[in-house]
């Protein structure tokens, strides 16, 4: 199976603008989650999908949404973007039990 | 409060020496701790989780309870296993799959 595959793999923004970042799962799973990757605050959740609906959310502002399409794809939105968004931000897509993750989008932000 | 400790930033062995990577958790309840390994320039993957009980490239880590801790371990370093190792925590038995990280340890393995 092809692993998780996530577009754009990096961006640069400038504040204030907002920015859309796309996740593609591995075929039949149904749960996606979303991670924040910095050096200074290692890896934070951010929220996770189930079957199109959102399951749980890390404590993040109002300006990280997220949805899940019905084929289990997922996007995750950034808006008003700040210098401290800049990360690399990771989807990882799970069967059962076991989490498998992408390599990530970095996003600058200048 | 959930939380998952890794004290180490860095470790730096010879080959051929034992490693040993620590990781303490904090959780009310029953979890389920995973160990990550992200080698350069390659995606976030998993080593070994608790439940399993498996050795993984060599790799073992056993879930102690009373010490809440869940420290990986290797008897004989390969220069191979250099990366940044991630141990990370999930409640068991949640319709979950949040996953709680460490910061990381940073495993270089000198020859």
């Known amino acids: 199976k092809a692993g998780v595959t996530q577009t754009p793999r990096y961006l640069i923004k400038t504040r204030g603008q907002q920015v859309t970042l796309s996740c593609s799962p591995i075929?039949?799973?149904?749960?996606v989650s979303w991670y924040q990757q910095t050096p200074g605050q290692g890896l934070q959740f951010l929220f996770e999908?189930?079957?199109?609906?959102?399951?749980n959310k890390g404590n993040f502002p109002g300006r990280f949404s997220g949805r899940q399409f019905s084929n289990s794809r997922s996007e995750m939105n950034v808006s008003t973007l700040e210098l401290g968004d800049s990360a690399l931000y990771l989807c990882a897509s799970s069967d059962l039990d076991t989490q498998y993750f992408g390599p990530g989008t970095r996003l600058t932000v200048l | 409060a959930q939380r998952v400790t890794q004290p180490e930033k860095l470790l730096s062995v010879f080959k051929g020496a034992p490693v040993e990577l620590k990781c303490n958790y904090s959780?009310?309840?029953?979890?389920?701790l995973f160990w990550y390994v992200q080698y350069s320039r390659q995606r976030l993957q998993l080593l070994l989780r608790?439940?399993s009980r498996e050795s993984i490239k060599g790799f073992t880590a056993d879930l102690n309870k009373g010490e809440t801790s869940f420290h990986l371990k290797k008897p004989f370093a390969q220069e191979e296993d250099s990366a940044m190792y991630y141990c990370?925590?999930?409640?068991?038995?949640?319709?979950?799959?949040?996953?709680?990280f460490g910061t990381g340890t940073l495993l270089a393995v000198q020859p």
């Open positions: 990370a925590l999930r409640g068991y038995g949640g319709a979950t799959n949040k996953l709680i």
């Open positions: 608790h439940i």
């Open positions: 959780y009310s309840g029953s979890p389920e």
């Open positions: 075929s039949g799973h149904r749960s």
């Open positions: 999908y189930f079957s199109e609906t959102q399951r």
